[in-house]
């Protein structure tokens, strides 16, 4: 029997994507990432190779935080590597701590950047570069969160790409409708990586086969609701992480369900069912009362088998919603709770970020319908991924019934490829893997 090496089946697939990005002769390149799979570090490496042996290229980001993470990623693992970072006017371009590298030139002007090894930027500061010379390379990062809009922008501005992103999170967003444009091929709104390979079927398709931040206890549920096509493992064993608390448990159901995610790896803490408004008052509570307990006891995590245990602090406890007056809700229960420092936010925002534990107001909680956005894959499974240890879901009953009675009403678009899993059966999965993990919460 073979035995599963995560360190040498992730190098394997890493040292082939290299090549095909060195040696290779398509235009594309695409890398499939699970969450925590060590995108970012693949992107760092693909350009200091590239930088290496005298291929100049541009990387493309999604947004400014992502941007300024990857200059500072580059800035660690080689502090001499000539890097631009190519920015707006605004005000407040950039991360403040980017000043303190030499290494590092920064201009809103793309000529000012011109001969350098790599010049990193977001996709809409790069549609408004013109009149230069293409980049021999880009790479692309979060490449499935880009519309494909936005890269028939930047498309003149390189000759050969790597396409780095993960299938399973977020569609691109757009704030205006789309619906005359689906099923076409020039559909603005789709996914940068879908109408690439749309029209470029023969473009080389890699994996990254582990995810170092999921522990074993979550890979395999997030693995088959949300990615059954491209499955992936955890990059740690059952036994390598633990998360222990100082002080006991005093027998509530918040400390209950907190000892059983610590334990298993997943806590449900289920409401009565009941149909609420979206700031459901009692489930707001209840994601408040969690957190506070959670920190009142003294967590501390242990990343892999001898590693010296971390406390878990404020700052890594993140609490995930679907909507922001949701996580406005939240944190006005944390602060009456004395709690600061907690990341609250949607999962939109959360994405891409990782904490040792996350709580989760489910979208579908106390509603009396199941939208397409409550069933959207990629927010469940945002919401279910960023977790080193454990993850806890706050939910009223009656989900599963919900979804059975509420079958998709959505219009069945010609030319447009099914997205699957669908959020029916997403959910479905997940609910299932938390209800054995279910404590319940009664007055």
């Known amino acids: 029997m073979t035995v599963f090496d995560p360190a040498a089946e992730a190098a394997k697939a890493t040292d082939a994507i290299l090549s095909d990005t060195l040696h290779g002769t398509h235009r594309g390149i695409v890398v499939d990432s699970p969450p925590g799979a060590g995108k970012s570090t693949l992107v760092v490496s693909a350009a200091r190779e590239l930088a290496a042996v005298g291929r100049s290229l541009m990387v493309i980001a999604q947004t400014n935080a992502q941007v300024d993470d990857l200059v500072l990623r580059l800035a660690e693992k080689d502090p001499e590597l000539p890097v631009g970072r190519l920015h707006s006017n605004d005000p407040d371009p950039y991360d403040k701590a980017l000043n303190g590298l030499e290494n590092v030139r920064k201009s809103s002007k793309a000529s000012d950047l011109a001969g350098l090894d790599i010049v990193i930027s977001t996709a809409a500061k790069w549609a408004h570069v013109q009149n230069v010379e293409p980049w021999p390379h880009a790479i692309v990062d979060e490449a499935y969160q880009m519309r494909s809009d936005a890269l028939l922008a930047v498309a003149g501005l390189f000759e050969r790409a790597l396409f780095v992103g993960d299938p399973g999170q977020l569609d691109p967003f757009s704030i205006v409708g789309a619906d005359q444009w689906a099923g076409l091929s020039y559909d603005p709104s789709a996914s940068a990586v879908s109408t690439l390979l749309a029209h470029n079927p023969e473009l080389p398709q890699h994996r ?236």
């Open 208 to 443: 990254l086969p582990v995810s170092w931040r999921l522990p074993a206890s979550a890979a395999p549920l997030v693995s088959q609701a949300f990615y059954p096509y491209t499955p992936f493992r955890s990059g740690t064993g059952p036994e390598d992480r633990k998360l222990s608390f100082g002080v006991v448990g005093d027998g509530s159901a918040h400390d209950r369900v907190i000892d059983e995610a610590a334990w298993s790896g997943w806590g449900l803490l289920e409401l009565p069912a009941r149909h609420t408004p979206r700031t459901d008052p009692e489930a707001v509570r209840a994601v408040a009362q969690v957190v506070r307990r959670l920190l009142d006891r003294g967590g501390v995590a242990t990343g892999t088998a001898g590693a010296t245990p971390a406390p878990v602090t404020a700052d890594r406890v993140a609490v995930g919603t679907a909507h922001r007056d949701q996580a406005a809700a939240v944190r006005a229960a944390l602060a009456e709770l004395g709690v600061t420092d907690v990341t609250v936010d949607t999962a939109n925002r959360l994405q891409g970020r990782e904490f040792d534990v996350t709580v989760v107001l489910h979208p579908l909680s106390g509603r009396p319908d199941a939208t397409a956005f409550h069933l959207e894959t990629g927010r469940l499974c945002v919401l279910t991924s960023r977790h080193r240890h454990a993850c806890i879901v706050v939910c009223r009953a009656g989900v599963a019934e919900l979804l059975d009675e509420h079958p998709s009403t959505e219009p069945v678009q010609l030319g447009v490829t099914v997205k699957f899993p669908d959020g029916w059966e997403a959910n479905h999965a997940v609910l299932s893997h938390l209800a054995e993990h279910r404590v319940p919460l009664t007055r």
